[in-house]
């Protein structure tokens, strides 16, 4: 509405944009749900459903400003990775949060059918029993044949959930260093500690 009343066109741009992927991310999920996936395909499916959204919402507040191009980008990439970062972590936490901490149903992406990166990881490490333990839960969408605490003590084992918060880590890294040309400011010392926020989070 705003960008309307402010014959805004690049801010329309940017959100239809948005929106497109959004929606388009829903749908790539809706299909691969119960299925196994590989990272590249992983790492699509967040940045169409989390990771364009700090994208778009860090270019809108270069955009409104009159920024240049080359800042405009530089925001893009550091809300590109922060989603990125975020969603990692935001999958870890559901696999391995106590209710209490998490305040929702723990672990209720696999329950949903949805194979977050620590899973990925196991599944392209373990064993052909392990990679069926898994596989059972993501098309029950229960944890009736396969137990949570099993599911945990497979990634455990090859430590995949320390490789899926590494990976939260890198991007969070990639993040702060895309904001090394802008000048300092209270702003830009807000923007590089969220990364920081985003990774050491516990819900």
């Known amino acids: 509405h705003i960008a309307l009343e402010e014959r805004n066109f690049k801010v329309l741009d940017l ?18 749900l119960g299925r196994t996936v590989g990272e590249a395909e992983y790492y699509d499916l967040i940045y169409r459903k989390t990771a364009c959204l700090f ?14 191009e080359e800042t405009e980008e530089q925001m893009g990439e550091y809300g590109r990775n922060l989603g990125i970062a975020f969603q ?4 870890v936490l559901d696999l391995t949060a106590t209710e209490q901490v998490l305040g929702k149903p723990v672990a209720s992406d696999l329950r949903e059918g949805k194979a977050t990166l620590a899973i990925v ?8 029993h392990e990679h069926e333990a ?4 993501l098309e029950d969408l229960s944890f009736e044949r396969t137990s949570h605490q099993e599911v945990l003590k497979i990634l455990d084992r090859h430590g995949s959930v320390q490789y899926a918060l590494d990976s939260a ?11 090394a040309g802008l000048p300092e400011s209270d702003y830009k010392r807000a923007l590089l500690w969220m990364p920081d926020f985003v990774v050491a989070r516990d819900k």
Do not use: C, N, W
């Open 169 to 179: 880590f890198q991007y969070a890294e990639v993040a702060r260093a895309a904001l």
């Open 88 to 91: 990692i972590v935001d999958d």
């Open 134 to 137: 898994i596989r059972r839960v």
């Open 55 to 68: 994208d778009v919402s860090m270019r809108l507040g270069a955009v409104l400003v009159g920024a240049s």
């Open 121 to 128: 990881h196991a599944l392209e490490r373990g064993t052909p």
């Open 15 to 32: 959100l239809i944009g948005l929106t497109q992927q959004m929606v388009e991310g829903e749908f790539v999920q809706m299909e691969k």
